[in-house]
């Protein structure tokens, strides 16, 4: 049997810069027992206008090279967005930095985040998921020469009057490109959000997309959009229950068992907890047992 999802672990704590926290960070996902760790390579501070800092990469991969996991990829710019036309080509000269990065880290996928815009006059969805789609297949050539697969996630909309993908609309994309070196990321938090949001049904969104996925990023939310934006501290927003909240499996209400259990995904799928260890490092063991229950009823099925 073919096994869907090969890989489970958890998103390292994201540097400031200095990379400080790396080391530490991705110790503490190796004592966990994880084997799968998604670096927010982003916030390293070593790609500058596109270009790779040489020395700051050695010590990244010096650090990456005392691990072993059995999965690693890497986080792109949080910002990318291949529906930006003002920047398109600063946008794929960091991701073809990223993907380089990926290569010499040993990371077998780049995370990148799906476009959005604001609507304006002779703006139109059509041109635009024109123009994403073909920056993404050109970046997915640039990967598949390094071995590397580019998982393009859902996320949800953020401000009034903006153009964003439904997770159905990023699963087709992904078929409209239809390159081996381009997969779907399902971020099951996003997709309620944006399921809320827009009217949808949520479990449908997921079915739509799971066929063309290849990768996963799990955290639990109530799927309420971002009705309030202004807390005192972040604990308040997990105590309303509003917002794109990270929160360890079980912490929220989205039902993992049932949509584990009728869905299934492309094989050597790898499942990220995207809960901080910065917040929740107490919980990431019982997290990682939970996740390991839902990876059987993929396996299993």
Known sequence: MTEIISAIGFCNRTGHGDLTTLDASLREIADTGATACEIGIYGEEIVSGGRIIEDRTQRVADIVSQYSFKKLSLHGQISSNFMDREHLHLQKKVVRAMLELCNRLGAGILVH??????????????????????????????????????????????????????????????????????????????????????????????????????????????????????????????????????????????????????????????????????????QQPACLERARGLAHLVNAA
Request: charged residues 25%; hydrophobic residues 40%.
């Open 113 to 282: 985040h799906s476009g959005a815009t604001q609507l304006a006059d002779g703006v139109n969805g059509p041109d635009l998921d024109k123009m994403e789609r073909e920056a993404l297949a050109e970046m997915a050539d640039v990967a598949k020469g390094y071995g590397v697969r580019i998982a393009l996630e859902n996320i949800f909309t953020t401000e009034s009057g903006q153009y964003r993908q439904t997770p159905a609309q990023v699963g087709e994309t992904v078929k409209a490109v239809g390159h081996d070196n381009l997969v779907a990321l399902i971020d099951f938090s996003h997709a309620y959000i944006e399921s809320t949001f827009k009217g949808l049904d949520f479990r449908e969104q997921l079915r739509a997309m799971a066929p063309v996925t290849g990768h996963l990023h799990v955290h639990d939310s109530f799927g309420l959009p971002y009705t309030m934006k202004e807390f005192f501290h972040r604990a308040e927003a997990t105590a309303l229950g509003i917002g794109d909240l990270h929160l360890p499996i079980g912490w929220g209400d989205i039902a993992w068992d049932e949509i584990f259990a009728e869905l299934t995904f492309l094989p050597d799928t790898t499942l990220i907890m995207e809960i901080g260890a910065e917040r929740f490092l107490d």
